[in-house]
């Protein structure tokens, strides 16, 4: 639904009508965020820690390095990035604002029980 923005605003429709008062959790700078106030839907921006961006705001596709970032110190300074300044670094090293609400790890990332754990102690610890 990203790339797609009948898509995008289609999903919003459905999940207005089926789901009211719901709040979706989407890719920060993605269309269904942009599209989803004018369609009364609340969406939580959200950022994948544990995925590449390219320098437009777009996924690394996972068949292309730098797609998926199992490296723990390296998923925590992510999440110290987006969390003190609202950037995140792209592929290329170049930082993306994003204003995030949410921040995902993918249950199919190697490494990801001992990701969160960490991600989790240092949220923690950062109150």
Request: with cysteine; charged share 25%; hydrophobic share 40%.
């Amino acid at each position: 639904s990203e790339n797609d923005p009948d898509l995008a605003s289609r999903y919003l429709e459905v999940c207005k009508r089926w789901w009211p008062g719901c709040v979706i959790y989407a890719r920060a700078g993605g269309r269904v965020v942009a599209r989803s106030s004018r369609a009364g839907v609340t969406a939580w921006p959200e950022v994948f820690a544990d995925r590449g961006y390219n320098n437009d705001g777009t996924l690394v596709p996972r068949d292309e390095p730098w797609a998926v970032i199992n490296d723990v110190t390296t998923v925590l300074e992510r999440v110290r990035l987006v969390k003190s300044s609202g950037q995140l670094s792209a592929r290329s090293g170049r930082l993306l604002p994003f204003s995030a609400r949410t921040i995902c790890l993918h249950s199919d990332t190697e490494n990801a029980p001992v990701l969160a754990r960490n991600v989790r102690r240092m949220l923690e610890r950062a109150g």
